[in-house]
């Protein structure tokens, strides 16, 4: 006999035990301005969590309760389309009316939510299974803290304006803030059915089910009253929501392959662009992720536009269009701003209004203006749109004359930054952590400082001026404009090149002197096509060994590096994103077997990962039998992680669209590991269309046409 086992045993009850609430993933939701975060439950419980509008959390706290406890979940899932979140949860214990407990595991509970016009809409189904009549006591626990979404990030604020005391009346709750900006803010929560009591934090539900019948409750949240909750509502909004997602998901070129995973792959990203992609009065602009950035920034929307302008163009045009109409026209060292300068960052929230935070509009980004202006040359180019090109044509003269007078005050001719004051981002490119550029030996460096990758973005801003002002018959600033490209790709070549590295330094500090550390940066210099052919070809040879692919995707560090963290942010990490781009940098230079091995990892991670990848994941190496490990703050979705996928695809493909020619451009194409077949239809090029389809036949790649529209030149070498 086992000593340890006890002489007698008592039945336990299924309501006595208080089952354990583990942590649970997040789930996020999205409609213009307005996103909630909540729980596998569909709880939402104060943390980084919450429904927020115009960066203010308007509800910080909804729980759904059996009594005093959660249901025992199921399964909690969006649906592909990110129209839905679903929770399905079961409940342990009923009380039967005038009897004893009811059996556990009889009732299931369905909680549905989606948000359509800024509301949240949320449907609860309660179904029994129980041969007899039960009741259920059914809670909901609220409240709104009105917190702006740098105090949910963790930011400290000296004071805050009037919250006032809820307002319950028969079937909904009203919460009110009077801000500091002298802003009125207000969220309410409204009820199909009268509750059996509500309070100011609680509202109780008495649910009498007969055996094997459905009841629904239906509960709408919303900046503002509307008319009362019911499934007429909730069907007819659900439908509208559901057609202006199919709508965005639909835009552009349809990619589809043999690989049903691969497909899987795809159709989430680009439902994650859809889902993050707002409607402004300039047009389109993906949001760049949920929950810290769901706001318009510069660099990501640009990044984002590009990754996909080879099959849909329209979202680079919406893109340039707001950024554009926001450029800087006076000089703040606090925004960081100066005439001609493209926006970084935008905020709406109480912190924002009041400048207790520069982000309203801020600037402090090195290289969002030379993106602007170099995306602006690969949408004329995709496009053959010179019309649009020309609308934009002043804030493009505006962008380039900033690059170029920040490059004059460099004594190399560099572009450089340092920020204007001490409540600003310590470092402007897209690795803006404060300790991501430093020396060899871990010091930091002292400022202006020059990211190398800067100097490819500003050196494609200029080559685009040249074309443009070329094509404009500007033949004096176009040689001017190609005069500065040339320069500063020299200057690139003799001042950041490690020749016992094989490799480019990240930085030049304010001294001059070269940050000899070997960071992901150099990859985005491929992308522009600054490095020399024989420099990027032992740069790919650094990039593809072990210091840097984890086995998943590209470290933003080499693990051999002083400050080298996989858990960093910008130290070791991988960014889906970054890896995507430095893949099509090397697919510029004629590398084919890296960019299937890089796509291959990003694809396998995906998998491993709901098909959808986050922001980052942390740099550890691929171990067998083994998912990426997360990196526990990283916004999911991410706009520019969704369209890596779309962006390795046309490193692989070797793809260009020329508009003004009505040419498609195809050299040396391959597919992803594990894929024959891809197909591209209705590839919108000049003022007509064509289809594709990729086949691989032995060890080549055919390429087939059925269109005798657009031009088709394809290439093997």
């Known amino acids: 006999m086992n000593d340890l ?14 089952e354990p609430r583990v942590p649970q993933r997040l789930y996020a939701l999205k409609d213009r301005d307005t996103f909630i975060v909540a729980d596998s439950h569909g709880d939402v419980v104060g943390a980084a969590d919450g429904l927020f509008h115009d960066d203010t959390r308007i509800l910080s706290r909804w729980e759904l309760l059996i009594g005093d406890r959660s249901p025992t979940l199921l399964s909690g899932a969006v649906s592909q389309d990110n129209v839905y979140f679903t929770s399905h949860g079961l409940i342990r214990a009923i009380p039967v009316p005038s009897g004893p407990m009811g059996p556990p595991g009889v009732v299931h ?63 909904s709750v009203r919460f009110r803030y009077a801000g500091l900006d002298g802003l009125a803010r207000q969220s309410v929560i409204a009820f199909s059915d009268e509750p059996l009591s509500l309070g100011a934090d609680e509202a109780v539900f008495q649910i009498s089910l007969d055996a094997d019948e459905c009841r629904e409750l239906y509960v709408e949240v919303g900046v503002g009253p509307a ?34 995973l691969f497909n899987a792959w795809i159709d989430k990203s680009r439902s994650d662009l859809a889902l993050l992609t707002t409607p402004m009065q300039t047009g389109p602009y993906p949001y760049a992720g949920i929950p810290w950035f769901s706001t318009c920034f510069g660099r990501d929307g640009i990044i984002t536009a590009w990754q996909i302008l080879w099959f849909e163009p329209e979202l680079a045009r919406g893109v340039l269009s707001y950024l554009a109409a926001n450029q800087a026209t006076e000089v703040s060292a606090f925004r960081d701003s100066e ?13 924002a209004s009041l400048g207790e935070v520069p982000f309203g509009r801020y600037y402090g980004g090195v290289d969002t203006t030379p993106l602007f202006v170099a995306l602006a040359g690969a949408y004329a180019d995709r496009t053959g749109d010179f019309t649009q090109v020309e609308a934009w044509w002043p804030a493009l003269e505006r962008a380039a004359g900033w ?126 096509g600054l490095p020399a052919a024989h420099r990027a070809e032992k740069m790919a040879e650094r990039l593809l060994s072990s210091g840097f692919y984890s086995g998943w995707g590209l470290r933003t560090l080499s693990h051999d590096q002083a400050r080298f963290n ?92 020329h508009g003004e020619s009505s040419e498609v451009e195809i050299h040396n194409p391959t597919l992803p590991i594990g894929i024959d077949r891809l197909s591209l239809e209705g590839l919108v090029v000049g003022r007509s269309d064509i289809d594709l389809a990729f086949e691989r036949q032995g060890n080549r790649v055919a390429v087939h046409s059925n269109s005798r529209g657009p031009r088709l030149r394809v290439s093997y070498s």
């Open 5 to 18: 086992a006890p002489s007698h045993t008592t039945p336990v009850e299924w309501g006595d035990i208080e």
């Open 109 to 171: 509970l369905e909680r549905k939510r989606f948000l359509w016009d800024e509301r949240l809409y949320e449907r609860i189904r309660v179904t029994s299974y129980n041969p007899e009549a039960i009741g259920l006591p059914l809670v909901f626990r609220f409240g709104a803290d009105f917190r702006d979404m740098f105090e949910v990030r963790g930011a400290q604020r000296p004071a805050r304006g009037r919250l006032h005391p809820p307002e319950p009346s028969e079937r």
């Open 403 to 528: 690059i170029a007078a920040q490059a004059d005050r460099h004594p190399l001719g560099l572009l450089a930054y340092a920020r204007g004051a001490e409540s600003g981002l310590a470092n402007q490119g897209w690795k803006d952590s404060g300790d991501s550029i430093f020396h060899a030996d871990g010091r930091f460096p002292d400022g202006p400082i020059a990211l190398v990758e800067v100097q490819g973005y500003a050196y494609a801003a200029y080559r685009t001026m040249a074309g443009l002002c070329e094509r404009r018959g500007d033949a004096e600033a176009a040689e001017g404009w190609g005069a500065r490209a040339r320069a500063l790709q020299a200057m690139v070549e003799e001042r950041f090149w490690m020749p016992e590295q094989g490799f480019y330094g990240i930085a030049l500090d304010g001294h001059g002197e070269l940050c000899r550390v070997c960071g992901s940066n150099p990859g985005h210099l491929l992308f522009t």
């Open 566 to 657: 996989p858990m960093s942010y910008h130290n070791g990490s991988v960014w889906p994103h970054d890896t995507a781009i430095t893949a099509l940098g090397l697919s510029r230079y004629g590398e084919r077997v890296g960019v299937v091995k890089l796509t291959s990892g990003l694809f396998e991670a995906a998998t491993l990962l709901e098909m959808r990848l986050p922001e980052l994941f942390c740099g550890f190496p691929r171990a067998a039998g083994e998912s990426p490990v997360a990196y526990p703050v990283a916004c999911l979705p991410q706009a520019w992680a969704a369209g890596a996928v779309f962006m390795l695809l046309q490193a692989c493909l070797g793809l260009r669209v």
């Open 339 to 351: 005439p001609g300068k493209i926006m970084h960052e935008t905020r709406r929230g109480e912190m």
């Open 227 to 260: 008319e009362p909750p019911c499934r007429a509502r909730f069907r007819a909004a659900a439908a509208r929501a559901r057609f202006a997602m199919r709508k965005r998901r639909r835009q552009g070129a349809r990619l589809t392959t043999n690989g049903r």
